[in-house]
């Protein structure tokens, strides 16, 4: 139910809440943290929601709502925007009949991420606009205004919450009576749409066009604002380090961005110029301080050491009083290791005993390469634990790659790992290949989250199942096998000893439900019986 009432809401929630209220007709996305949570609450208010197999074709997806002139919403961590960076590019080119904007949440800190690379620079590499909320309320706010920039300037738009704004919690006062947006209806636009070199220099030309005249609007817009204070300090930020700023120098003044790329050079040369000393605080890579001192703006940066981690008051605080001592080493917390019950125990219990090189990838099954299991040597990003594998079988002496094995999860196969195979296939290893899906019938890491591997959809109804282990036969393994490891370990531990000895491809579907999810997955099957047979 629509209301304007004020709501306790995260980020995430907050940004689910603004695209449901601006219409938009299609949110696609891959679950990650921390941005998963959008999506979800998208689809809980109504909103058309669905998970892709990946961030490629989720950006493909909601391109084509865009070209058909909806509006659409695609999201995904900041690792995500790695693989839909081939269409972010030229859809840049291209722009959009309708609107479209890319939620990238960003992950400082590497609170459950392998890198905590910095989004921004897609900004100004692909040549889109970027807006940073700082909280709960911009995160509502920034939405409708990525939207209306969109449609505005018929191009995508990049909206980078972080980890603190998108689950920490504040008020939201939702907008009221906002205009609907014009139906869907396809305008043939080939020179603007089809990217071919002729019709792409032209398409570039217009790019650099419209961010000029972007750049202009960010002068006046109210998106960057500027808090007055003592003319002694300015500070110059964006996002949630806006918020620890303030609260670290609540004398200072302040110029806030809110849109981070283009930048509003003359009203930050201003800014610069009216106070004695002026600091620019962001998270993550130099990205503000090196782009305004390219444009010849005196502004101090901070020192390296604090463009690790995440920013908070007593850092800021320590950057502006030039402190560059050692850092507070933060109290050891508990590891974190696989549930008690978790079915990939047993796999990792076997592939430490039988000292396995293990090429392992992205999930909560990385967690096997903490004790009491140290049973992998390699993670690199999502899919990548065939490749890899495959890499390694590739080049070591015999005894060496017979031990060789890549075990990935049935999520992250479905994302990105069925190439790998069809790799596996094409160019096998003189050894064979071994490849272990641990299949939990779940996305577990990020929570529990529906892949096209489970028969169900976003939201939990029936959809189309993409059965593994036929995806690998038809795809021409030469070895195929479905085995549940904690129901027949015995059985598990003899066909892996033969996988390893025999010189084919194999791939092993070990099949147990998350211990998490096995109740919730039952519900959903007994739901599914009983809608079928009324």
Wanted: proline letters at 7%; a neutral charge; hydrophobic letters at 40%.
């Amino acid at each position: 139910m629509n209301t304007t009432q004020p709501q306790l809401l995260s980020g995430d929630e907050a940004i689910a809440l603004a695209t449901r209220d601006a219409g938009v007709a299609l949110g696609t996305g891959y679950p990650g943290t921390p941005s998963t949570e959008v999506l979800e609450r998208f689809s809980e208010l109504g909103g058309h929601a669905q998970w892709a197999p990946n961030e490629k074709v989720a950006l493909e997806v909601a391109i084509g709502a865009a070209f058909g002139g909806a509006r659409a919403l695609c999201t995904m961590k900041h690792v995500g925007l790695n693989v839909a960076a081939d269409p972010l590019f030229t859809v840049a080119y291209t722009g959009v009949s309708g609107a479209l904007v890319i939620l990238t949440a960003d992950d400082p800190g590497l609170s459950s991420s392998q890198n905590e690379q910095d989004n921004r620079h897609y900004a100004r590499a692909a040549g889109v606009p970027m807006l940073e909320p700082s909280d709960s309320q911009e995160a509502y706010d920034f939405l409708l205004a990525a939207m209306a920039i969109s449609a505005e300037y018929k191009m995508p738009v990049l909206l980078r919450p972080t980890t603190r704004v998108c689950h920490s919690k504040s008020i939201v006062r939702p907008a009221c009576n906002l205009p609907a947006p014009a139906a869907a209806h396809f305008v043939r636009d080939v020179q603007g749409r089809v990217m071919i070199p002729a019709y792409a220099r032209l398409a570039h030309q217009r790019l650099r066009e419209k961010l000029t005249r972007l750049a202009a609007w960010a002068e006046t817009s109210p998106l960057n604002q500027i808090l007055p204070g003592d003319k002694s300090l300015g500070i110059i930020t964006s996002g949630i380090s806006f918020e620890h700023a303030r609260e670290a120098a609540p004398q200072a003044g302040i110029l806030k961005l809110g849109l981070t790329w283009p930048l509003p050079m003359e009203k930050i040369r201003r800014f610069a110029e009216s106070v004695a000393r002026c600091v620019v605080i962001e998270e993550g890579d130099p990205v503000l301080y090196e782009s305004i001192r390219a444009a010849g703006i005196a502004v101090e940066g901070m020192p390296g050491m604090y463009h690790f981690g995440e920013l908070n008051v007593a850092r800021i605080r320590r950057i502006l009083a030039g402190d560059v001592s050692a850092e507070p080493v933060p109290p050891r917390g508990k590891p974190p290791q696989l549930c008690p019950g978790c079915p990939h125990r047993y796999v990792f219990e076997l592939l430490q005993r039988l000292d396995c090189i293990v090429a392992g990838d992205i999930g909560c099954y990385t967690l096997g390469v903490l004790p009491p299991f140290q049973a992998m040597d390699s993670c690199v990003c999502m899919g990548a634990s065939i490749g890899v594998g495959l890499g390694l079988r590739h080049v070591l002496p015999e005894a060496q790659a017979r031990r060789v094995v890549s075990v990935v999860g049935d999520s992250t196969f479905i994302h990105s790992g069925i190439t790998g195979v069809v790799e596996m296939v094409y160019n096998p290893p003189p050894t064979g290949h071994v490849v272990i899906v641990l299949d939990n019938g779940t996305t577990a890491m990020t929570g529990l989250q529906e892949h096209p591997g489970t028969g169900r959809s976003l939201n939990h109804g029936p959809a189309k199942q993409v059965v593994i282990e036929e995806l690998a036969k038809a795809i021409g393994v030469d070895r195929v096998h479905v085995l549940d490891p904690g129901r027949e370990p015995a059985a598990f531990d003899q066909l892996v000893r033969e996988s390893l000895a025999a010189t084919a491809t194999t791939l092993i579907v070990a099949r147990r439900p998350c211990i998490l999810s096995a109740k919730k997955i039952r519900e959903y099957e007994a739901t599914r019986a009983e809608n079928k047979q009324n």
